[in-house]
């Protein structure tokens, strides 16, 4: 994936908080349910979701260790991503960009649709966060928080999306995981989220439809990238490969319910306990919103929908 260098980028739509590292590092995830998700309604939603092969929590969200005073870096993004030019040269300036393009999409989107589209920042953090939703450590992936309305991600999960989930990684596979989060910020401002019941688990539940459909929104998103504006009226980004996207299909079923229980989590699948569906069922919605650009198609909610 490659961005327009003349494009204008706004860091403003995302804050670094928390001890910055100035890059990619080598941290670790839990194993056994995490990669993806949206974290909401009460703080059993996030330790249920994020188990070890064992049934319990792979790491423990130690609430009164996280970080109580956490400033955000603001200055320094704006200062180092200002154009697409940054964006080719720095991983940062990329998700900088990749945010700049989805929430660029939605927001036409939605007035297309006659509604109005509420920016949502991306919160870079290490290690833990607090949030609306309660507190969470790295362990719990990228996550979207309903109750305030944010995006979370440890920057150490692209490195660990590689190095312990098999991805083969690059700008447009993380572009697709902030897509999926941004996904549920949709979702909470159309009202989807707060209809389903997130201690449902299982291959139908109303948790999997919902990460399904936050799947499907990352491949509208993709379908539309190249035309999306910025402020200055150019599209940030100028070219989506067929690598680009043989890659995120190959890292949507690596964080599968299925995939993560048998290569990750003890060797066992149980798809009673899915909460984000199969590999397969991933791909599959990515695909689809991929191929039809319309966010009508991914309606994972409709009873005679085939979830795959």
């Given at each position: 994936?490659?961005?327009?260098?003349?494009?204008?980028?706004?860091?403003s739509?995302?804050?670094?908080?928390?001890?910055?590292?100035?890059?990619?590092?080598?941290?670790?995830?839990?194993v056994?349910?995490?990669?993806?998700?949206?974290?909401?309604?009460?703080?059993?939603?996030?330790?249920?979701?994020?188990?070890?092969?064992?049934?319990?929590?792979?790491?423990?969200?130690n609430?009164?260790?996280?970080?109580?005073?956490?400033?955000?870096?603001?200055?320094?993004?704006?200062?180092?991503?200002?154009?697409?030019?940054?964006?080719?040269a720095?991983?940062?300036?990329?998700?900088?960009?990749?945010?700049?393009s989805?929430?660029?999409?939605?927001?036409?989107?939605?007035?297309?649709?006659?509604?109005?589209?509420?920016?949502?920042?991306?919160?870079?953090?290490?290690?833990?966060?607090?949030?609306?939703?309660?507190?969470?450590?790295?362990?719990?992936?990228?996550?979207?928080?309903p109750?305030?309305?944010?995006?979370?991600?440890?920057?150490?999960?692209?490195?660990?999306?590689?190095?312990?989930?098999?991805?083969?990684?690059?700008?447009?596979?993380?572009?697709?995981?902030?897509?999926?989060?941004?996904?549920?910020?949709?979702?909470?401002?159309l009202?989807?989220?707060?209809?389903?019941?997130?201690?449902?688990t299982?291959?139908?539940?109303?948790?999997?439809?919902?990460?399904?459909?936050?799947?499907?929104?990352?491949?509208?998103?993709?379908?539309?990238?190249?035309?999306?504006?910025?402020?200055?009226?150019?599209?940030?980004?100028?070219?989506?490969?067929?690598?680009?996207?043989?890659?995120?299909?190959?890292?949507?079923?690596?964080?599968?319910?299925?995939y993560?229980?048998?290569?990750?989590?003890?060797?066992?699948?149980?798809?009673?306990?899915?909460?984000?569906?199969?590999?397969?069922?991933?791909?599959?919605?990515?695909?689809?919103?991929?191929?039809?650009?319309?966010?009508?198609?991914?309606n994972?909610?409709?009873?005679?929908?085939?979830l795959?």
């Amino acid at each position: 994936m490659r961005f327009n260098e003349d494009a204008d980028l706004d860091a403003s739509q995302v804050e670094d908080i928390g001890g910055s590292s100035g890059g990619f590092g080598g941290g670790t995830i839990a194993v056994g349910g995490g990669g993806l998700a949206i974290v909401g309604f009460v703080l059993y939603f996030l330790i249920s979701n994020f188990v070890g092969g064992s049934g319990q929590p792979a790491l423990p969200l130690n609430l009164d260790r996280l970080p109580a005073g956490q400033q955000a870096d603001d200055q320094r993004l704006a200062q180092e991503c200002r154009t697409g030019a940054d964006a080719n040269a720095r991983d940062e300036c990329a998700l900088v960009a990749s945010i700049n393009s989805i929430q660029g999409y939605w927001t036409e989107q939605f007035q297309r649709s006659g509604g109005t589209y509420q920016v949502a920042p991306t919160k870079f953090f290490r290690g833990a966060v607090r949030t609306a939703c309660g507190g969470a450590t790295s362990a719990a992936g990228p996550f979207y928080c309903p109750a305030d309305a944010d995006v979370y991600i440890d920057l150490d999960f692209f490195n660990d999306l590689k190095t312990r989930f098999g991805a083969q990684g690059g700008h447009f596979v993380e572009a697709y995981v902030l897509a999926h989060e941004y996904g549920h910020h949709v979702q909470n401002l159309l009202g989807t989220t707060s209809k389903v019941n997130p201690r449902e688990t299982g291959p139908t539940s109303g948790g999997v439809r919902l990460e399904l459909q936050a799947d499907c929104y990352a491949g509208v998103w993709a379908n539309h990238a190249t035309t999306v504006p910025t402020r200055s009226g150019k599209p940030l980004i100028e070219e989506i490969s067929q690598d680009d996207v043989r890659r995120a299909v190959d890292a949507a079923g690596r964080i599968g319910d299925d995939y993560i229980q048998a290569k990750l989590g003890g060797g066992r699948v149980d798809e009673t306990k899915f909460t984000h569906g199969s590999s397969a069922q991933r791909a599959k919605w990515f695909t689809t919103g991929l191929r039809t650009g319309n966010p009508s198609a991914c309606n994972t909610f409709d009873p005679k929908a085939n979830l795959g």
